[in-house]
């Protein structure tokens, strides 16, 4: 997906209730555009959609014609929540992917206990996986565990709320996992979602996610910076800022300017040249 295309979605979804940030977005519609880069094609599913903040996203990530979007939540079935992590609703998260429905978008809906989900059942064709159900360790590996099955060769995981002190549980399954199935690593973190994928093809994105000027034609520059740190045998790629550049000192006042306008001027080519007929 092109980030001005993420853009309106930000702006579409803005009063759509959940947590789901716009460099999140950015982050997912990136590793989206690597696999169009590369021929990766597949469906998409997401575990624990709310009221479809994100998954009105991952509907503008599949191509209607070949691929599909399914989703998994509890909705009404609140009883089976036993972390409380999100209250869905059926009838909102309807209402909030009318538009793309009526636009051709398949969309399988799935309202159980994802624990209750085989790969039988929902398939195997998956090249984007995005977890954020259960948080409780056990949840959360069942649903690492699906994905892993139901991932195409080159696909990605995406698991929400890795390393939170909030929800110590989501690190526990995320830890099990990687102990319990050394056909993949994690190879980045940022904006509350941690990226996994396998082994064989992790230089595929890492390629990607180590050039600075695709990550600023997807908004996540300056002041992100990303560095390098071992995890589970594998170095981690870590989008953050850093804590002296979120001071609001006269220098950083400067520079925030100064990359607020190059980033202006930078969408303002993009949209043009979007705008252009073909």
């Known amino acids: 997906m092109h980030p001005v295309d993420v853009k309106k979605f930000v702006k579409q979804s803005s009063s759509v209730q959940g947590w789901f940030s716009s460099e999140a977005a950015m982050l997912f519609a990136w590793v989206d555009q690597i696999q169009q880069s590369n021929q990766i094609s597949g469906d998409c599913f997401e575990i624990g959609c709310h009221h479809g903040k994100s998954a009105?996203?991952?509907?503008?990530?599949?191509?209607?014609?070949?691929?599909?979007?399914?989703?998994?939540?509890?909705?009404?079935?609140?009883?089976?929540?036993?972390?409380?992590?999100?209250?869905?609703?059926?009838?909102?998260?309807?209402?909030?992917?009318?538009?793309?429905?009526?636009?051709?978008?398949?969309?399988?809906?799935?309202?159980?206990?994802?624990?209750?989900?085989?790969?039988?059942?929902?398939?195997?064709?998956?090249?984007?996986?995005?977890?954020?159900?259960?948080?409780?360790?056990?949840?959360?590996?069942?649903?690492?565990?699906?994905?892993?099955?139901?991932?195409?060769?080159?696909?990605?995981?995406?698991?929400?709320?890795?390393?939170?002190?909030?929800?110590p549980g989501v690190t526990e399954a995320l830890l099990r996992f990687l102990d319990e199935n050394n056909e993949f690593q994690a190879i980045m973190v940022g904006f509350n979602k941690l990226l996994l994928t396998r082994k064989a093809?992790?230089?595929?994105?890492?390629?990607?996610?180590?050039?600075?000027?695709?990550?600023?034609?997807?908004?996540?520059g300056y002041p992100w910076r990303v560095k390098q740190l071992p995890f589970h045998q594998f170095d981690l790629r870590i989008i953050y800022v850093p804590d002296y550049l979120q001071k609001l000192t006269p220098g950083n006042i400067a520079r925030r300017i100064y990359h607020k306008t190059r980033r202006f001027l930078a969408t303002r080519r993009q949209d043009q040249a979007a705008a252009k007929p073909a």
């Open 201 to 220: 093809w992790s230089g595929l994105y890492l390629k990607e996610f180590e050039d600075l000027s695709c990550r600023e034609t997807y908004k996540l």
């Open 56 to 167: 009105m996203l991952l509907g503008g990530l599949v191509d209607p014609a070949t691929e599909k979007l399914a989703v998994c939540d509890l909705f009404g079935m609140q009883t089976d929540n036993v972390s409380r992590s999100g209250n869905g609703d059926l009838d909102t998260f309807e209402r909030n992917m009318k538009e793309a429905k009526d636009a051709g978008l398949t969309i399988n809906v799935f309202q159980k206990n994802s624990a209750d989900l085989t790969a039988d059942e929902i398939g195997r064709n998956y090249r984007f996986f995005h977890i954020d159900g259960g948080h409780n360790p056990e949840e959360a590996l069942v649903d690492l565990h699906l994905a892993a099955e139901c991932l195409v060769d080159r696909g990605v995981i995406a698991l929400d709320d890795p390393f939170r002190m909030e929800w």
